[in-house]
């Protein structure tokens, strides 16, 4: 089992959907990242968090540490938003965990 | 362009060849990363340099052998891979371990 799951692994959705895709994680973090990845395989970082809720542009990530648990949301969805979301936490040292990623298609 | 740019963007290279994949970085970060991602598996860290010291491997094969030559370049050299290793390598950089990462977009290697 991996220390971090997410969900849904693909999501499709018509442009201007409010989309959320959910992260949960077995192991105490330090901080959560949110990365998105372009089918030409570069990796962009979104986020970075530890508590709370952070926002930028449409993007907007929340945290629940009692609960390991983080979203991601995109409002007013785009097809320039479909990528791979990944997310991963990390655990102090060297070590992150990363998830098998959120394949988003936004259709026109 | 992040900032990390790596090189070759493609890679084909037979099981016997030797290769080396490039990265370089000019943003001043200390830590510098290599991963490789496989389909439909999460990121795996192969090889973490910190102020140009190799400070993590984790149980990579030796046909992997990273090189940080200074703190803005690392280098994978590749020799007597197998298919199995065929895979996006990306190189990653950041100021301290675990924070503010950027990424290269990656070489796609394929292993014939």
């Known amino acids: 089992k991996n220390e971090v799951e997410q969900s849904p692994q693909n999501l499709t959705a018509q442009e201007g959907e409010f989309i959320t895709i959910n992260c949960s994680y077995s192991v105490g973090i330090s901080a959560l990242h949110w990365l998105q990845q372009h089918p030409g395989g570069g990796i962009v970082s979104l986020f970075m968090?530890?508590?709370g809720k952070k926002k930028h542009g449409r993007l907007i990530a929340t945290i629940n540490i009692q609960e390991k648990h983080s979203s991601l949301h995109i409002t007013a969805s785009h097809p320039r938003d479909s990528a791979v979301y990944i997310c991963?936490?990390?655990?102090?040292?060297?070590?992150?965990?990363f998830g098998t990623g959120t394949s988003l298609t936004v259709i026109p | 362009e992040t900032g990390v740019t790596q090189t070759p963007r493609h890679l084909v290279m037979g099981m016997t060849n030797k290769k080396s994949l490039k990265c370089e970085q000019h943003?001043?970060?200390?830590?510098m990363y290599w991963y490789k991602q496989s389909a439909k598996k999460p990121l795996e860290l192969m090889f973490v340099?910190?102020?140009?010291?190799?400070?993590e491997n984790n149980s990579v094969p030796s046909r992997f052998s990273p090189e940080c030559p200074n703190s803005s370049h690392l280098f994978l050299h590749l020799h007597t891979l197998q298919p199995e290793d065929s895979a996006l390598y990306l190189c990653?950089?950041?100021?301290?371990?675990?924070?503010?990462?950027?990424f290269g977009s990656g070489t796609r290697l394929t292993v014939v």
């Open positions: 990653a950089s950041s100021q301290d371990r675990g924070q503010g990462y950027t």
């Open positions: 340099y910190s102020l140009e010291e190799r400070v």
């Open positions: 991963a936490v990390y655990t102090g040292g060297n070590q992150f965990y």
């Open positions: 968090l530890s508590s």
């Open positions: 943003l001043g970060h200390n830590a």
